[in-house]
């Protein structure tokens, strides 16, 4: 495989940054994945650290070097995820369980598939226009589908906040698949938490994504929407991957090729789990919180990522 890739994420104007980015590719497979943490205290946090680390855990464990179903290990991944952070409610006798959304895709042998639950999205681009994106499980989203209000109307609309599937939350989640498609060199996927997309256009993105390589383009984007979300903003997050394909050439600088690597090796890039900046008035988070919450997540990741 060849692709270039590149993956940021910001606070915004929030207390704490609730959202995490990973990625993990294997000879011949390549994950992504965003996750955007709800919760209290620290817990959202570790909601959506869960996530990514779990996810690409069982990615390494199950691509050697391509998944055999690249739809059923998404499915089967997310739904691992909701049960080790229930898991961790329990355990930890939290009144209100910490959620997060979350929307991965995996792309091998020229091929795309994602799965997605709330309202982070997938943009699919292809020489700058969009072929496809998900659509949000909001509230806003079902108002837009039944006709109530229009495009527009759904970034300003005081429910635009609202999501009805999760992982982590009271009910199973509804894992939203998509059906295999066909990648192209030059194509871009991108994958991002509601912050990001939130103030910025199909069009505007688009556009950024064309004009400029990732490194560039990918932090062009953050600038606006974080311009345009001020000292309320969400935090917000992207990862991006333009496709070379066998032997194609992938739109951005540092390009990868996987040509050279061992069947049984891995690459990945994930933020390690870190105590946020506490609110006024709020207990910070102690080197023992983050300690226990590690614990935790690698407890999870041990029973949970066959």
């Known amino acids: 495989m060849k692709f270039s890739i590149y993956q940021s994420s910001r606070q915004g104007g929030r207390k ?17 994945v965003v996750a955007d943490g709800m919760g209290g205290h620290f817990h959202g946090e570790i909601a959506a650290q869960m996530t990514v680390q ?8 199950q691509a050697h070097p391509t998944l055999r179903d690249p739809l059923f290990f998404l499915d089967q991944a997310m739904h691992a995820v909701h049960e080790a952070i229930s898991e961790y409610s329990a355990d930890n006798e ?41 659509q949000d499980h909001s509230r806003v989203q079902q ?11 759904m970034t300003t609309h005081p429910d635009r906040n609202k999501i009805y599937n999760c992982l982590g939350g009271m009910m199973p989640p509804e894992v939203e698949l998509s059906r295999r498609m066909p990648v192209e ?14 103030s910025l256009s199909v069009n505007e993105i688009g556009a950024i994504l064309n004009t400029y390589p990732l490194d560039q383009a990918i932090p062009e984007l ?11 903003g969400d935090n917000l997050s992207a990862i991006a991957m333009s496709w070379g394909g066998a032997g194609g050439s992938a739109k951005g600088t540092g390009g990868i090729s996987t040509e ?11 933020d390690a789990l870190h105590a946020p900046r506490p609110a006024a008035g709020e207990a910070p988070v102690s080197d023992d919180d983050i300690e ?5 997540i690698q407890s999870a990741i041990k029973k949970y990522s066959k």
């Open 16 to 32: 704490y940054n609730q959202d995490r980015v990973a990625y993990s590719y294997s000879k011949e497979s390549l994950l992504m």
């Open 54 to 61: 779990l996810v690409a855990e069982m990615f390494q464990k």
């Open 94 to 134: 939290l009144l209100e369980s910490p959620r997060t959304t979350c929307v991965a895709t995996v792309i091998q042998r020229d091929m795309a598939y994602w799965a997605h639950v709330g309202d982070s999205r997938l943009y699919f681009f292809r020489h700058g226009r969009l072929v496809t994106r998900t």
């Open 143 to 153: 108002l837009f589908e039944q006709g109530l209000i229009s495009e527009a109307q």
């Open 185 to 198: 060199a030059g194509d871009i996927l991108m994958l991002c938490s509601d912050g990001l997309w939130g």
């Open 222 to 232: 953050m600038d606006h929407a974080e311009f345009r979300g001020g000292q309320d």
């Open 260 to 270: 050279a690597m061992p069947l049984d090796s891995f690459t990945t890039q994930l």
């Open 292 to 296: 226990k919450a590690i614990a935790e």
